[in-house]
């Protein structure tokens, strides 16, 4: 079998399952969550305003005055506890390619800007935190969707949902849960069979919405469902 008779048996027998919709755009989250990222919110001043802004946790201390990137900071308070009525937004922004994840502070219509930093770096060291090894593996690239790839084994000619083991069925059940519960999603798998040892050879391309990742929950229950597919 050469290439392009592979690639067309793939292309026409690979499994694709998609929540249809665009990446949301952005995603509410508590002050625990900037803590899990690896972030203080501090209130100060900022170029001489009192304003909100954030540090890498444990890394500011009240009464502490830094400049960074040529803007002076002087620390008041390290928040512990979100003022009452506002929330904490962030989404990703694209900049010339890359992902950044972009957090606001917000209160009716006013809107802080509290963190701008490279979305992959800070998600990678995010799952490193929490031990969420398989999304770390599978991570492939960061836009305003991520994709995670799994794989296994020597390519070849991908089965019917019908010759799917129990294994991969389960996997894309889940898949198709989570991407309800993110609001988007799309997965692809091309299931070869098992290898002469009994492996199986497999490869799956799953497209999330990077935002949505951010959430523990979903992270912790994709980095499951990665781990169970084997």
Known sequence: MDILQLRELQAINTLVFETLGQPEKEREFKLKSLKRWGFDLLLGKKGG???YFTAVSGKRSVGEKYTEDEISYEVE????ELPKNKKIFAHIE?????AYLIGELREGEENIEILRVPAGSILLAYFKKHKLHNLIEALRNVGTALELVKQRGQEGKPVSYEQLPNVARRFLRGAKDLEKDAGFGRVALSYWGENKDGD???RVSWLLPTIALFDINIAEKADKLLAAFK
Do not use: C, K, L
């Open 49 to 51: 305003e009192t304003t």
């Open 77 to 80: 308070e390290i928040i512990h």
């Open 200 to 202: 199986a050879r497999f």
């Open 94 to 98: 694209m900049i010339q390619g890359r």
